[in-house]
């Protein structure tokens, strides 16, 4: 009893009693990761700042381009090029381009190519992720190791050039889908969210006497409608911007060129409408200035994106990151 504790001794408080170190310390004794505390002033300055310096290398240029596009000549001669700040709009360079008849026909072609190219490509996309995702499949690992080199290792640009014109393929509509029909990471990404489908749910349909088709099309697409959906959005850009196809297989037929290998021609290459008669830079119409028809048709070839895009945005989390995370 004559030896008291060296704690009590020296007048130190116990363990217990001792206030909490505050720091990443206490945040490691709480248990709680660094992302998990509340955000800090700076912090949300920073990330303010930083979202609106993205918003604005996005928006400006749209808003430069759609207001060069409904200028005058004189608003664009006073600028000196490209439009700012509106001074003077007018409606002249969308009723030339659209009045062209190689507009119009470059339109219903691009149309035409996105919808049955994205068709096709889901076809396929979705029938060889389904069956690369069942583990009893005939040489799955297989297709999907051959699959994966092709990612990496191909052909190269004058064998599939050889082999499309081959097939009789140049000058033809087929050229313009097929060779790029299939996307292997298009493939991968269904494939895992395939392969995360309730396994209860295919056995029961399976015990109710549903085949391979059947489960498809009534199990595994229903309950991966996100995905399917991004990876369609992914395939409809595609075809929608494509125009390196144009360049090798339909370089002469100014009818059947879509409306992006049109807007090269027109506005990089510096050439006039492809059979056009008033359109040009040799021989603009007089109230449409040069520049604003090339923004004019920009501006046509960006409203399909803006106007899919929102209504698909909400899809990418479900979507892409669920079925990369999962698989």
Not at 61 to 84: D, E, H
Not at 85 to 98: F, H, I, K, V
Not at 258 to 266: D, E, N, S
Not at 290 to 316: E, N
Request: a positive charge.
């Amino acid at each position: 009893m004559t030896n008291a504790h060296p704690t009590l001794r020296t007048g130190a408080a116990p363990a217990a009693a001792r206030p909490l170190r505050t720091g990443r310390r206490s945040r490691a004794r709480a248990g709680r990761a660094p992302w998990e505390e509340p955000p800090t002033v700076v912090g949300q300055t920073a990330k303010g700042i930083t979202l609106t310096g993205v918003l604005a290398v996005v928006v400006v240029p749209l808003w430069i381009i759609t207001l060069t596009s409904f200028s005058t000549p004189g608003a664009v001669n006073r600028a000196g090029g490209l439009v700012i700040w509106p001074d003077g709009l007018s409606t002249e360079a969308y009723r030339q381009m659209l009045g062209d008849g190689t507009v119009r026909t470059a339109l219903m072609v691009s149309l035409g190519i996105t919808v049955v190219g994205t068709l096709v490509s889901m076809v396929v996309s979705v029938l060889c992720a389904y069956g690369l995702s069942r583990s009893r499949s005939l040489g799955h690992r297989t297709i999907l190791g051959l699959l994966i080199v092709t990612m990496f290792v191909s052909g190269g640009l004058i064998p599939s050039f050889l082999v499309v014109t081959g097939l009789g393929g140049y000058g033809q509509w087929w050229s313009l889908i097929l060779p790029s029909a299939v996307s292997v990471f298009n493939i991968l990404v269904l494939r895992s969210f395939y392969s995360t489908t309730s396994g209860d749910l295919i056995d029961a349909a399976r015990i109710d006497g549903a085949g391979d088709w059947r489960i498809l099309w009534s199990v595994v697409l229903p309950t991966s409608r996100a995905v399917t959906a991004v990876i369609a959005l992914f395939y409809a850009v595609g075809y929608w911007n494509s125009f390196f196809n144009v360049m090798l297989y339909l370089p002469t037929d100014a009818q059947k060129w879509p409306l992006q290998y049109v807007l090269l021609t027109y506005v990089n290459r510096g050439n006039g409408l492809p059979g056009s008669v008033n359109s040009g830079f040799g021989s603009s119409h007089a109230q449409t200035a040069p520049l604003s028809l090339q923004m004019a048709v920009v501006v046509l070839t960006l409203v399909p994106l803006l106007l899919v895009y929102p209504f698909m945005q909400k899809h990418f989390r479900a979507g892409v990151l669920t079925g990369a995370i999962k698989g």
